[in-house]
Nanobody, 117 residues
């Protein structure tokens, strides 16, 4: 079984920065994608950023240039550095780990990010 444990998040003023971290444990081997999704009240969960074990990165258009995703394959961790935060970035942020070959998909418990104007 795979577990994802998130840390970071909190309350910040607009223009500020936060860093989210996620550590994965369990049976983790083979090609995979780690990423961050977010869900605001009344909205669907959406991709924020993702990075494959090969290093390919994808960002949502709304966060490009402001957020940076990185990972450490040896430690099975993924980080999301969020700069120039906006009130519309307010949401619960979820860590995600996907294995395309097996279609297994795992989620963290979520961490709240609140950006005040």
């Amino acid at each position: 079984q795979v577990q994802l444990v998130e840390s970071g998040g909190g309350l910040v003023q607009a223009g500020g920065s936060l860093r989210l971290s996620c550590a994965a444990s369990g049976r983790i081997f083979g090609f995979n994608t780690m990423g961050w999704y977010r869900q605001a009240p009344g909205k669907q969960r959406e991709l924020v950023a993702a990075i494959t074990s090969a290093g390919t990165i994808d960002y949502a258009a709304s966060v490009k240039g402001r957020f940076t995703i990185s990972r450490d394959n040896a430690k099975n961790t993924v980080n999301l550095q969020m700069n120039s935060l906006k009130p519309e970035d307010t949401a619960v942020y979820y860590c995600n780990l996907q294995f395309p070959v097996t279609s297994n998909n795992y989620w963290g418990q979520g961490t709240q990010v609140t950006v005040s104007s």
